[in-house]
């Protein structure tokens, strides 16, 4: 390629630039009066490096540090405006942010613009020979082409001038994530340091999404310290329960179990650590039924943490972090069928469903537990606290689809106290059982259950207990509460009554 005829397309790419940036700035700024948002601004300014750089290009030629600079800025754009983007990625049809244009909201459009540079600086030298022979060890004079791109990114470069000085102001100002619109007046400018203060939070690569692993048997948090007091609880018990029976579960499992649940006829199931799925006999002393799931090939479960029966021959298991795996007792299979599924076991179980379940309020959370509930066929978990938020969530998941329901933080019911300086997000409820038509929670903290109206979405109860310091699970037979524990490299279940 020519050293003139790449000059021309560097010009007029650099003017396609321009011009975008003049369409935001007059158009979409000054006749619609919409204001950019902090990320927009540096989109903006990351463009007018892009340009800057082209212009440079042009005057001394390809020399490697511009070359470098322009690839490194479009990266940065390209991260810059796909972390502007991905908040409303999941949004519902046509929602989002500030104007479209062409169907896509402005501020997706520089993640299109910086992919473009890169792609378009690699087709100019794929299709050049010698870069090399564009360099100049002085200056290159510049056409009337080049001059004329040059005079209009000036102007447009005035115009964001006067539109960021309307809307942020001189500093210490700085923008804001959610702008007014843009006003001549200057009695409705709102200058604001405010963003300041985004630079006092913790600084992670993933931001908010950096949230610790939960507690587990063998993997104790160091997030979170575990008070097992009743009288610290956030709520007062109103009943009492003692231990009338325990046993410890010898029968060998390849890692702690995680949870229990029992089908109602003779049988539990218990998962663990390492995603051993074993159904056990009625008196928890012989296997009746074993695998071990391939989490890594498919959704990744992480930890079962949860898990329930749906009827007498059908479970499901819940990972940390809200993944599902459902399974039938099913012994037709073959080991090939079953391979992609299980690395032992495969004649045991089918897999009847694999997937995750989508949360709203509860996103930024984990669970420890599950239930099912017949009454209305639904899915039922808890979040558990995190050093960096604490909630206590009930979400529903409607079996028949596994979309999300419903979510709510519960109330309390009439003649339940909630102590000062307490909130129900200090519970850590590693265990989730249905009995009647309610919900029974077991927190780790405080050595509580919580009695949960699902209908009236109250707490109505509070049973208080002793002596099970690490509660992992909870399960009722027949009219029996259990609640399984993990001590000292043992699993303990615990029968209790009033």
Known sequence: MRQKTFNAILSLAALGIALVLGTASFYLGFIDKESPCIICWAARMLMIGVVM????????????????????IA???????????????????????????????????PMVIHATVLLFTAFLFLSTQNVYSFVSPSFKPLNALTKTVMLIFMFVL????????????YPPNMGVGNPTRLSFNPDYWYWTT?????????????????????????????????????????LAATRQLTISAQQTINVPLNAPA???????????????????????????GNIKRFAVLDHLNGANGRVPVGSAFF??????????????VF????????????????????????????????????????????????ENNGVYTITVPNSKSSKLIVSRFDKSDNLLSEEFIPGIAQGLTLREGKALGDYYVTGLTAH?????????????????????????NVYQFSGIPNPQGIVFKGDTLQILGYENGKNMLYSLTE
């Not at 005035?158 to 102001?169: L, Y």
Request: charged fraction near 20%; aromatic fraction near 16%.
């Open 53 to 72: 750089f082209a212009f440079l290009i042009i005057r001394y030629g390809p020399k490697p540090k511009y070359v470098g600079w322009i690839i490194l």
């Open 158 to 169: 005035g115009g964001n001038m006067v539109q960021a000085f309307i809307s942020t102001g």
């Open 75 to 109: 990266v940065f754009g390209m991260y810059a405006s796909f972390h502007h983007a991905s908040g409303s990625f999941a949004w519902d049809i046509h929602q989002g942010w500030w104007a479209e244009l062409i169907g896509a909201h402005t501020y997706t459009w």
């Open 194 to 234: 405010d963003s300041w203060k985004r630079l006092q939070r913790p600084v992670s690569l993933r931001k908010d999404w950096n949230v610790e692993a939960p507690d587990l048997p063998s993997q104790p948090s160091d997030k979170w310290s575990f008070n097992t007091d009743p009288a610290a609880a956030p």
């Open 327 to 374: 399974f039938k007792e099913d012994g037709a299979l073959s080991a090939k069928e079953n391979y992609p599924s299980f690395i032992e076991g495969y004649e045991h179980y089918a897999v009847t469903a694999r997937n995750i379940y989508n949360t709203i309020r509860a996103r930024m959370f984990h669970v420890l537990s599950m239930a099912y509930l017949p």
């Open 311 to 324: 009827n007498e021959h059908e479970f499901g298991v819940l990972g940390w972090n809200k993944t599902y």
């Open 258 to 284: 995680t949870d229990i649940a029992y089908n109602g006829n003779g049988q539990y199931f218990i998962p663990t650590e390492k995603w051993g799925l074993y159904l056990l006999d009625d008196s928890l």
């Open 436 to 460: 009647q038509g309610q919900l029974y929670a077991v927190s780790k903290s405080f050595s509580q259950i919580l009695q949960i109206d699902p209908m009236r979405r109250e707490i109505v």
